[in-house]
């Protein structure tokens, strides 16, 4: 008896049994489909996590002041750091470092007419688009030429605009003063991409070269630098700290956030839920194996005179006990793959909804379909071996 | 082809030991029409049961075309039963989720025909026995009759040596009855091996010999030559 002709049996007599046997793969259908939505989920909220911490993945990385611990609380610790136009030119020309991102910050009140509205004054210039894209919902981005020719000119936030200017006002062209210098309104900006629990800040960019209009120094406070290659950013963040530790004057230290490190952490806490939701996924899966069972050693009580049958008429143990065996296997790899279709769909909405990348893995897929496939040999064994071993005569004779 | 020697069944219920067959020793030829017959529970069926491999004997010996078969493993015996052996049940047994063609091509599918040359023997078996307009019909949309001749297909199907039938009209009313004897004398004719078993003596009438059974004990066995009747 060839392997599939035994295969056409089984899915034929499944078929004359459809209800029966889509109720049987239920609980493999729930439980490889739960196992596929979990895994999936956790991988995307994994990925999510990681590219927010390692700069969206253009090989970007902050450096960031850290006073000495005694010194943690105290504000003033942090006035004083200030990257200057040499240390930055010296950075940008370090062989590993593609482009120096700097920017001066600060808090202050922009003020329109009457109005007054609070933000963060960050002077940049077009490189900082490279941390996070920019568009305009009105006018124009701020660009090179405003940098160059030190024009007084801003872009506010959508928040900011809200709070100074009327519904019906048009911003763009307006005049805001900013410290008692007046600077004109080319454009309302957006940040893009924002993730769901980054919050809108009010915000004002304006060109790095009319910061010393305001505060009287071209000395920038934030650094980020982006390193020629993901291989690069180990090296880039050493030659960078190294650089800025030996130039500073400062008790404390300048140091980058370690991107493995904190990689490996979010993937250690990810993996821990994964493999205890995973693990209750696979209690279910258990438990859809031994309706498995139950379904298969019912058919055999059923089929009893069927089994004696076969066997009068030539099959074998062997014939016998891979019948059933196709049938258990058939049955859970069928759930199987309806669990991964719905654990997908599952997976795929969620992470449509949350804005995460969509993360079915073909290993995971494989091993769902191998795993259902396991266990229904597993559990199929009992009631397969149970048909095999009938004797004939009782079995034709069975009412 | 059978020899059966001093073949002993037990069956042990308890401590009581029920003797179902006793001492029996038969032998059956080539080409031989031979009908059992006998009272209820006399062991007749296990009688059958036994020649047909199907059940093995507490003490004695079964020889088929002189090979031992209480010394084969079940895989032989099951291959013995597959190509040599068609049985036919007084209840026919036909699976009845599958169509007369497909429970007829049963025994190919475990002789391991391909599938184009099983529906090629299934529906000449199928014809052979009258049914060539029922081919795609599920057993409960057949009399009788029909299925009980579906199950002669199905024995016939592999061509074997020996047919066994045991009571095959007996759930059959007297015209369909006489159909299936008619048929199983047409297949005598043309050289298979019959051993029937029947309460009835018109039908034990079409055989050429009768053996009688009671208590487990063969207590006549006579051939006989007189015409069919009718
Ligand atoms: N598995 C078994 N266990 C115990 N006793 C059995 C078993 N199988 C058959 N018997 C007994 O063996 C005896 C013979 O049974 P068998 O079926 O061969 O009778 P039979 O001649 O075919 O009867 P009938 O004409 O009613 O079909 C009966 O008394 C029956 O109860
Ligand atoms: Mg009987």
Known sequence: MSFLDSVKMALRSLWSHRLRSMLTMLGIIIGVGSVITVVAIGKGGEAVLTSQFAGGGNNTFEVYYMPPDEELMDYDAYDDVAYTTEDLRAIQEMPSVNQVIAYAYDSTNVVYHQEAAGAQILAINENYYDLNEFTASSGRLLDNRDVDNGRRVVTLSTGVVEELFATDDEPVGQIVNIEGVPFEVIGVHERENQSFFAFQVDEVLLPQSSWPMLYGTDNMDMLNVQANSADDIQVASHAVTNYLNDQSTLSGEYQVLNMEEIEQGISQVTNVTTMIIGGVAGISLLVGGIGVMNIMLVSVTERTREIGLRKSLGATRGNILLQFLIESVTLTTIGGLIGIMLGAGVANTVSLIAGWPFLVSIPVVLLGVGFSMFVGIVFGLLPANKAAKLDPIEALRHE | ?230
């Open chain 2, 1 to 230: 082809m059978i020899h059966l020697k001093n073949l002993d069944k037990q069956y042990k219920n308890g401590d009581q030991t029920l003797h179902v067959l006793n001492d029996i020793h038969l032998k059956i030829e080539e080409n031989e029409f031979v009908a059992i017959m006998g009272p209820s529970g006399s062991g007749k069926s296990t009688l059958m049961n036994m020649i047909g491999c199907l059940d093995q004997p507490t003490s004695g010996e079964y020889l088929l075309h002189g090979t031992d078969v209480a010394s084969q493993p079940e895989k032989e015996l099951a291959k013995v039963r597959n190509a040599q052996i068609g049985f036919v049940f007084q209840q026919f047994h036909l699976l009845p989720k599958l169509s007369a063609m497909m429970n007829v091509e049963l025994p190919l599918i475990y002789g391991g025909v391909k599938k184009k040359e099983r529906r090629e023997r299934a529906r000449i078996a199928l014809e052979k026995v009258g049914l060539e307009d029922r081919v795609n019909h599920l057993p409960n949309q057949l009399s009788g009759g029909q299925k009980q001749r579906v199950a002669i297909a199905r024995a016939l199907i592999n061509e074997p040596s020996l047919i066994l039938a045991d009571e095959p009209t007996g759930a059959l009313d007297s015209k369909s009855g006489t159909q299936i004897m008619e048929l199983f004398t047409q297949l005598h004719h043309e050289g298979a091996t019959l051993i029937m078993v029947t309460h009835e003596q018109e039908v034990a009438d079409y055989a050429k010999r009768i053996v009688t059974v009671r208590d487990g004990e063969i207590i006549k066995d006579r051939g006989q030559e007189h015409v069919v009747p009718r």
